[in-house]
């Protein structure tokens, strides 16, 4: 268990919860994709913590980790529902498995808290763990690993239908992305992540201008 304290200082005890083996293997199994899914999972999980150090901001880290690990789970089938907002909807399944793993019932509306405002599309939700955890989700779609992950997608999403339709999405998330941001570390963590971005769209563009060119 990890609790940053106001100061930045983690404590920690040695013996880790049953629950987190649990969610962890429940992951790793039932959520892999190469834009959302696990790995992202596991970076918004440390962008997070990373935020909450830089800020000092006092988080619960069982209700980090918890959220962290299944913000997405309504991206995947059976959890999916048309037409339902995915953070919306996972904050509607996560607690029967969250009871089944053994998590403490308490943390439960502050994990659903974190998870249905986890979007940049989302307005603020009230605890710290909301607010750090949707700071880490934008992160993760920006600098290099944005480029990856929308690249990724190209033909099997609207974000990306094909690689313009990708690059064009990489453009507005560069622009659009970092207003979103709430936290004074995360707008400096996205500075040199939308420097990246701008580095390939603009080597990008001379690229292909290039092409035939005498």
């Given amino acids: 268990l990890l609790i940053l304290l106001a100061t930045g200082s983690p404590a920690v005890a040695q013996d880790v919860p049953i629950w987190r083996d649990k969610a962890t293997a429940f992951v790793s199994a039932n959520l892999q994709h190469t834009a959302w899914g696990a790995s992202h999972a596991e970076r918004d999980y440390r962008l997070a913590l990373e935020i909450a150090r ?3 901001l006092v988080v619960d880290d069982d209700v980090l980790f918890a959220a962290a690990m299944l913000h997405d789970i309504a991206a995947f089938a059976p959890w999916a529902r048309a037409g339902v907002d995915h953070g919306v909807r996972a904050a ?3 607690p029967d498995s969250l009871r089944a793993w ?4 308490a943390k439960i509306a502050r994990v659903q808290d974190a998870v249905s405002h986890h979007m940049y599309t989302h307005a603020l939700g009230e605890g710290e763990e909301s607010r750090v955890l949707r700071d ?3 992160l993760d779609f920006l600098g290099w690993e944005g480029i990856t992950r929308v690249l990724s997608l190209s033909t ?3 974000w990306a239908t094909d690689v313009a339709t990708a690059v064009a999405t990489l453009r507005r998330n560069a622009d ?3 207003p979103t941001l709430s936290t004074t570390a995360g707008k400096a963590m996205a500075e040199p992540r939308v420097a990246a971005m701008r580095t390939y769209l603009a080597g990008l563009d001379a690229e292909l201008k290039g092409i035939g060119a005498p």
């Fill in 54 to 56: 830089r800020d000092h």
């Fill in 92 to 94: 509607e399944v996560i």
């Fill in 102 to 105: 053994g998590y403490p019932e």
């Fill in 136 to 138: 880490a989700d934008t």
């Fill in 156 to 158: 099997r999403h609207r």
């Fill in 176 to 178: 659009e992305l970092p």
